[in-house]
Structures are given as C-alpha cells and as structure tokens.
C-alpha cells in the first residue's frame, strides 16, 4: 500500500507561468515533509520542506503548501524556468526518524 | 550543498562477478543510507546506518550487504551479480536529529 502518491506522472508548464505539482499522502502521523529534485542520471536535490505545524513555507520562487485536513501537500513553482525541468519528488518523514518515504515522481516540462 | 561522493558513477559488469559501490560524505554526517531507484518508480530504502558499526536493513529487501567502518564511509557489495541488481543506486547522510538527507550523484549499474 503505498503511503505517498503522485497522481501526475508528468505535467507540462509553458515558461513564466505557475507550475503546481501535487502530492497526497495517507499516514496521518507524518510530521515533515520535503521536495526533492532530480535530473537525470544525477541524485536527488533538496529542494523545499515544511513541518505539520506550518501550512505554507516559501523560498524564492518555491512554495509549499500543506493542506493536513486533505493530507495534501502541492509545490508551487513561479515563474517557471526551463532548468526547472526535472522530476520533482515528495517524500515524507517523522521528526526523528530521518527515513524518507518518497512518492513515485512527476516530471515537470517547461516549455520556452 | 551537499559532499557526497560515489564512484562508479557507471559500470556493466557480467553476471556472478562481485561489486563493491562506493560512498563517502565529508560532513561528518552520523547517518547513511542506500536507496534504490528504478527507471520511473519510487526510491526505495534497501539499507541505513545510525554510526559506525551499526548497519540496518530498509524496507526494500535487498540481496546486498553494506558496512560502516568509518563514519565518513558506507560501501554496499553485491557478492554475486545478476540482471535483476540492475537499476539506480543512490547514497545519502543526514545529521543525527535532522530531517533533510542528502544525496550523491548516484551509481547505475548494468548486469549483463
């Protein structure tokens, strides 16, 4: 039973515009979560986290936001850029614990 | 930015022969951990470390085995390769008590 899901395996984004990528998960007890970027034949990158106590935390052109009652979590990215094109991981953790639990991916396009 | 380093980046290798991947970090990080990626599916935890000496097994089941000699090191070994080992192996550390894990570039491997 998967615990993390990306419903979206790939989205496309026209340059400039929002790209909003999505990510609902089903243990209630997870209490930080992260966004990770990949490109290929390279590792994950860190990206973006929030705790279970926030809804919102924002860094540059990146914002998460956490929706606890819906156990959703979304990535918003604006403006779009084309090195943004990657795949874009949630993955999920409880304080202390350290072992991630990631979601299947979704692999952003930014068209130019 | 994170100091964590493997090599192979990539290798084939035939079926039965033995293969150690190597991973170092410099950030004197007291976790590690292995994860294992397949083209288009989730990463999996296959094994983790708390320290020196101490190593444990992830929620993928894994036929590799890993040791922590020292704290900046965490090499995993196949003793007999065979197709089904090919995929993506990617290393990663954490502080002890912190929540964002790092990650190398990662190792693909080919079995032939």
């Known amino acids: 039973d998967q615990q993390v899901k990306q419903n979206s395996p790939s989205l496309s984004v026209q340059e400039g515009r929002i790209s909003i990528l999505n990510c609902d998960y089903t243990?209630?007890?997870?209490?930080?979560f992260l966004w990770y970027k990949k490109y290929p034949a390279e590792g994950p990158t860190f990206l973006i986290s929030?705790?279970?106590?926030?809804d919102k935390n924002e860094d540059g052109r990146f914002t998460v936001f956490l929706n606890k009652s819906a156990k959703h979590l979304s990535l918003h990215i604006v403006p779009s850029q084309p090195g943004d094109s990657a795949v874009y991981f949630c993955?999920?953790?409880?304080?202390?614990?350290?072992?991630?639990?990631f979601g299947t991916g979704t692999r952003l396009t930014i068209i130019p | 930015e994170a100091d964590i380093y493997q090599t192979p980046r990539y290798l084939v290798i035939g079926t039965g022969k033995k293969i150690t991947l190597e991973c170092s970090q410099t950030?004197?990080?007291?976790?590690m951990y292995w994860y294992q990626q397949d083209p288009g599916m989730e990463l999996h935890l296959i094994h983790y470390?708390?320290?020196?000496?101490?190593?444990e097994k992830g929620d993928l089941s894994s036929e590799s085995t890993v040791s922590r000699i020292r704290t900046e090191h965490f090499p995993l070994t196949l003793e007999s390769a065979r197709p089904s080992h090919t995929s993506q192996y990617l290393c990663?550390?954490?502080?002890?008590?912190?929540?964002?894990?790092?990650f190398g570039e990662g190792s693909w491997l080919t079995v032939v």
């Open positions: 990663a550390s954490s502080e002890y008590g912190g929540n964002t894990i790092y």
């Open positions: 470390s708390y320290g020196v000496n101490s190593t």
């Open positions: 243990n209630s007890m997870f209490d930080y």
């Open positions: 950030m004197g990080h007291d976790k």
């Open positions: 929030i705790s279970s106590i926030k």
């Open positions: 993955a999920e953790t409880n304080f202390g614990n350290e072992k991630l639990t």
